[in-house]
């Protein structure tokens, strides 16, 4: 089945976007509708003008090139009132400090981590690792060939932004 | 398990906070001051992880050994000889450099945490799997209620109907199994209830099922139903082409 008119095929999309609750890829949402990327990115466009006005509590995000529908900020204590949500508990202080390493210097291996917190990060790395927000990306070619972690989708998302290049930029070190 | 002592990340964050609260200048810091600070925070705090510990009572010999190198008079030639003799770098110096360093990424995170509180109450639609298209095959695909009666008599039927004594001879399940063997080395494949069709006794059907069951235990065989009700068909694997087998085991 394959939409009709620019109408349905918008409909379509939004459809498919409220019903998958991971991030979908351009290229998937090009074949579940039958259209070519540039019609879906298209579409998206307009989808996510509609959604950005003010007066709607969702928001169409784009997280690395993948969509997904999400609540605006603004209504989450609401979403927070009903019972089966829960605020979600905030990154330990250490392991904040842990993913703020990982993010700016990914990929980054355990030790050089541990060496620039002064303390042992395994339990961070274990909880972030759970988390999703972090992920082993590969292995240094070096001694003992130590396993390189990097962010994860679920860390954009987490962060609420769009790419690594949306991150607030590293603070200067203004002693030097 | 406690992970942050007394919500200080380590000793670095700590030994930071002490000097950003004297509102000093990382590199100007006295560390024999900051040293007196540092040692009476840690002591002062309850110690529930022995490695957490050990890493903040690291910090403190490293305070306590500049703060002595700082108290002991200058020895100008001294210290040209022993740096001249194993380049030891300056303590210092060096924790100087690696508060620095930690202090940048302590302040990204702060700035992470700000995005966090945002970015981790969008809230998206709780998972919950779309249709999936497995479809299991139904072993019973095509069986009729007909089936099922014509597979009951075909079974009934090629069991002997009565016995005319209690038979006493048990036959050996290695004899079928030989038996077996013999059979399929001539004929290549045999069907099961075709080979079952010449038994005359209810042992000879116990024993020959039990030897093919033996047989593909063993890997000497290897049996096939193509359809359900259709023919077991057995055929000898390649391991087959040995002797003969002895006891079951």
Redesign the interface.
Known sequence: MCPTNPHEAQAAVEAIL?????PLGLKDIAAAIQVDEDTAAKLLRTLQDRYSRKDSGI?L?DVDGSF??????EY?PY??NLSA?Q??A????????T???I??RQPVTRGEIDR?????SD??IATLTERGLIAEVGRRNSVGRPVLYGTTREFL?????TSLSD??P????E?? | MKVDTEGFSGPLDLLLSLIEKKQIDICEVSISEIADDYLEQVSAMEWLDIDQAAEFLIMAATLLYIKVRALLPADEDLEELAAAAEEVPDPRAELVVRLVEYRRYRDAARLLRSLEAVGSRMYTRPPRPLPTPTVKANPMEGITGHDLLQAYLDASSSIPEEFPYLPTDEIPIATQMVAVLVRLARRGRLGLFEFLGGAESRHLLVSTVLAVLELVRRGRISASQPAPFGEIWMFPTSQATGGVPNEPA
């Open positions: 409220f019903a998958a609750s991971f928001v995000s997904i529908l999400t609540s605006r900020p989450a979403i927070e949500r605020r979600p905030p990154l330990s202080p250490a392991s904040i400090e993913l703020s390493i993010a700016y620039i917190r002064g303390v042992s339990s961070s998302m987490y962060l609420g932004i991150l607030p590293l603070p200067e070190s002693d030097q």
